[in-house]
């Protein structure tokens, strides 16, 4: 009788690791699936680990264009961002890669899925949630909310114990996860909200102390909400947002230390890196000023709120998702133009924007010469304004 099989998210990393000969010993075949999803991790390395632990197969997808195209770009043009900070980078990348796997359980006839999240994290719900919206019916393994391994120290011992390759060790604790779009650090010395972060717990961003001491800018170009060029030459999605990480990164850009509310209820301690998201996200909302009317502006920032939390909670697949879409799209039809974002020691502010769309008329602005505003017409409007409250 032949095993049944399993595919499991597969990162190279501690858990995954261990997940593997743990699923081999409960009598499962075992066939791993790894995303490339931009993390800059040597993928060959961790295939490499995967068949020495005992995997059967391992497959690694190139899923960096349609993360930035299909996820990263209708977040920045929806504006959102978790609780006003995060900006979903680990949220945006479970559900490409639970869709990505469900293809392989397809085509390899797997009786399983597997991940290798704690049944504390909010990642368990989002792979989970794609799964079964994907393939209704499959079936589930959560490794980590089952075995007998209640620390990161015990796996560690596991993996010594079982021969497993690992690169973890007990000094150094965090939980990292690292995408094209941001890097999150968790655990360990974190897990004291009053203790401050060292340096080192930073994996690319610079401290602001050592970031220039003179301040740099950078132009992007957006096309109907969508980031296209930087400093006016026409990037690959993937390009432009390696080029921004790197020019952000440089002056301390996008360093966040928040509590979290995790969909499961329990708040934790989070730091993220994410340096083009601090100048896209900046330079977007400037576009937005000039191009979008007051009520529709308003309206979309409940609508930036609630599409936030909908990725946040594992809910990309979903009808209110695709409806919050179409909205989004039809307020981004005139957000095109140019913004030059200044930085320097950890912020981007906005110097300067352009758009032809632009709703901003300086003739009605201006207090100097060329003023065409009737400002006898103020009196009767404050009148009227005030009338339900007299």
């Not at 989002?126 to 393939?135: I, L, Q």
């Not at 007051?294 to 009808?319: A, M």
């Amino acid at each position: 009788m032949s095993k049944k099989k399993v595919v499991l998210a597969y990162s190279g990393g501690l858990d995954t690791s261990v997940a593997i000969r743990w699923l081999m010993d409960k009598g499962y075949e075992v066939i791993c699936y790894m995303a490339d999803v931009g993390q800059g991790a040597d993928t060959k390395d961790a295939r490499d680990r995967a068949f020495k632990i005992g995997a059967k197969k391992c497959f690694v997808g190139d899923l960096k264009k349609k993360f930035v195209t299909d996820y990263v770009f209708p977040a920045i043009k929806a504006g959102a961002l978790y609780q006003g900070k995060y900006n979903l980078a680990t949220a945006l990348s479970r559900p490409i890669i639970a869709d990505a796997m469900v293809e392989v359980a397809k085509k390899e006839k797997a009786d399983f899925v597997a991940h290798g999240c704690t049944g504390k994290g909010n990642d368990q719900v989002r792979f989970e949630v794609t799964f079964h919206v994907k393939a209704p019916g499959i079936k589930v393994f959560a490794p980590v909310r089952e075995w007998e391994l209640k620390t990161r120290e015990d796996e560690i011992d596991y993996a010594a114990k079982k021969g497993i390759p690992i690169n973890q060790t007990k000094k150094k604790l965090y939980s990292i996860d690292h995408n094209l779009w941001g890097i999150s650090v968790e655990g360990g010395p974190l897990e004291d909200p009053w203790l401050e972060p060292l340096d080192n717990t930073y994996v690319s961003v610079v401290p602001p102390e050592k970031a220039p001491s003179k301040p740099e800018y950078v132009s992007v170009s957006f096309k109907k909400g969508v980031p296209v060029a930087v400093n006016g030459k026409t990037m690959d999605p993937v390009e432009l947002i390696m080029k921004l990480n790197k020019i952000g990164a440089k002056h301390s850009l996008g360093r966040i230390d928040m509590i979290e509310d995790r969909l499961v209820g329990i708040k934790s301690r989070e730091l993220y890196e994410a340096p083009a998201s601090a100048i896209l996200y900046e330079a977007h909302t400037a576009l937005e000023e000039l191009a979008l009317d007051r009520e529709t502006r308003r309206f979309k920032k409940g609508v930036s709120d609630c599409y936030s939390e909908l990725v946040y909670y594992g809910l990309w697949f979903t009808p209110l998702k695709v409806a919050l879409d179409a909205f989004v799209d039809v307020t981004q039809e005139r957000v095109t133009g140019e913004v030059r974002i200044k930085m320097y020691k950890g912020k981007a502010s906005v110097a300067s924007r352009k758009s032809p769309f632009s709703r901003y008329s300086k003739k009605l602005a201006t207090y100097g010469e060329g003023d065409v505003f009737d400002q006898s017409l103020a009196k009767g409007f404050i009148d009227i304004w005030a009338m339900p409250y007299k």
